[in-house]
Structure formats: C-alpha cells, structure tokens
C-alpha cells in the first residue's frame, strides 16, 4: 500500500474490488453462481433444484441470494407460464457467465493454498473438485 494515498470510505466504497466483495462476499452468493453454472438445463435451475445441490442453506438465504444477484444482473429469473403451474428458472446472465473463470482462478488459489482443507473436496489425488465440477 502506498504511504502517501490516505484512502476514505468514499474511495474505497468507489473501489472495483469493494464493488465485488458487496456483491459476491455475502454469504453463500459465490455457491449459487457455482450451482447456476453448473447446471445442465439451458433453461436454468429451479429453486427447488438449486435448494436441493446446496441443502444447508435455508429457503429463506437462497431467495435473498437469488432477489441480490438479480439486482446486479447476474441472475435472471425467468417465468414459464406455458405450463401448469407457472415454472420458474434461475439462470445467469451474460454477466453472470463471465464469472466463470474467475471462480476457476479461484479454485486453483484454493488448491495452491488451501494445502489439507482442500483435500476432501478433491478426493484421491485429483487436480479439481469433484462437487463443484472445477
């Protein structure tokens, strides 16, 4: 850090790296995005679908997640009334998908430091993760 730069709120709250951590730093945000990319269906995930892949989080977390990162338009919800009842998907949007490999940058920082915290997510002797499918 440079000792001549006194940084205020104001800077630090106009920061890039600030602007991030509100968005993805609160709790749980980063494995909602992970799950959205993950998922299979081109439609998206289902709450019921995302609820069920991060089980510990309550219903009531999840949606927050969900209401935040739509927000931010990182997520988007998508409502298909041509069924009975209406279904509805979460799926990121194009800026949601830029996320992805930051979260792969991510991951490999975990592995690289994480040392033995990391090995129960990678298994026996693998290079990625075998639930987050990195």
Not at 54 to 70: A, D, G, N
Not at 101 to 126: D, S, V
């Amino acid at each position: 850090m440079r000792s001549d730069v006194v940084r205020t709120r104001e800077s630090a709250e106009n920061c890039p790296i600030f602007l991030v951590t509100r968005i993805l730093g609160k709790r749980w945000a980063i494995l909602v995005l992970q799950e959205l990319l993950a998922s299979q269906n081109p439609q998206g995930a289902q709450f019921g679908e995302l609820h069920r892949a991060i089980s510990w989080v309550s219903p009531k977390v999840l949606t927050q997640r969900l209401r935040e990162l739509e927000r931010e338009g990182i997520v988007e919800r998508i409502v298909d009334v041509t069924m009975m009842p209406a279904r509805v998907h979460y799926a990121l949007t194009g800026k949601g998908q830029e996320f992805a490999p930051i979260l792969g940058h991510m991951q490999e920082w975990g592995i690289t430091y994480g040392g033995a915290k990391t090995a129960g997510c990678l298994g026996r002797g693998t290079s990625s993760c075998s639930e987050c499918l990195y």
